[in-house]
T-cell receptor, first 114, second 115 residues
Framework: AQTVTQSQPEMSVQEAETVTLSCTYD???????LFWYKQPPSRQMILVIR??????QNATENRFSVNFQKAAKSFSLKISDSQLGDTAMYFC???????????FGTGTRLKVLA | GAVVSQHPSRVICKSGTSVKIECRSL??????MFWYRQFPKQSLMLMAT?????????EQGVEKDKFLINHASLTLSTLTVTSAHPEDSSFYIC???????????FGPGTRLTVL
């Protein structure tokens, strides 16, 4: 069975600074996707970034980038130039290719300080 | 991006009653929808996979007679919590898979409180 671990329950960062959220996962699968989702106080889940396991290049989306280390089964999220609107719960998620089922980590609550 | 709605957003019911939650894909057809449950300050746990025109597939430990799922059309899935008890109080979130881009979109969630 797959598991996703987020070891940082809470983090804070000053506005405009950079922060990195950690995620590790365990799987015997070769074909899968990894995701970071943001859940603000509204509780709406918002896709931040997605990484295909077969791609060696790290995904980036504007201020968000990942450090995907497949051998180490690590998938961290870097947020650059943090903004107050980035304050939210962040979930790392695993999905085996073809299943469309997410396995979520326990989440990291990020607070951006003014 | 594509939009998924849930109705109602909040519901309070008495113990022993049944509650229906709707999940709709507003601007795309969703052959597959998923239902998640999120306890306070916890992660989302997949409850079941809902396929249009066929029976839902439930995750281990989820009572299918307790949580009835119907996917009657390509834009609508419903979750009915039958004979609700206080321990069923939770936040229920659906997601819908958009087949062309193979992207999943989440609904805004439904907070169920059982008194």
């Amino acid at each position: 069975a797959q598991t996703v671990t987020q070891s940082q329950p809470e983090m804070s960062v000053q506005e405009a600074e950079t922060v990195t959220l950690s995620c590790t996962y365990d799987t015997s699968e070769n074909n899968y996707y990894l995701f970071w989702y943001k859940q603000p106080p509204s509780r709406q889940m918002i896709l931040v970034i997605r990484q295909e396991a077969y791609k060696q290049q790290n995904a980036t989306e504007n201020r968000f980038s990942v450090n995907f280390q497949k051998a180490a089964k690590s998938f961290s999220l870097k947020i650059s130039d943090s903004q107050l609107g980035d304050t939210a719960m962040y979930f790392c998620a695993f999905m085996k290719t073809g299943t469309y089922k997410y396995i979520f980590g326990t989440g990291t609550r990020l607070k951006v300080l003014a | 991006g594509a939009v998924v709605s849930q109705h109602p957003s909040r519901v309070i019911c008495k113990s022993g009653t049944s509650v229906k939650i709707e999940c709709r894909s507003l601007d795309f057809q969703a052959t597959t929808m998923f239902w998640y449950r999120q306890f306070p300050k916890q992660s989302l746990m997949l409850m079941a996979t809902s396929n249009e025109g066929s029976k839902a597939t439930y995750e281990q430990g989820v009572e299918k007679d307790k949580f009835l799922i119907n996917h009657a059309s390509l834009t609508l899935s419903t979750l009915t919590v039958t004979s609700a008890h206080p321990e069923d109080s939770s936040f229920y979130i659906c997601s819908a898979r958009e087949g062309v881009t193979d992207t999943q979109y989440f609904g805004p969630g439904t907070r169920l409180t059982v008194l």
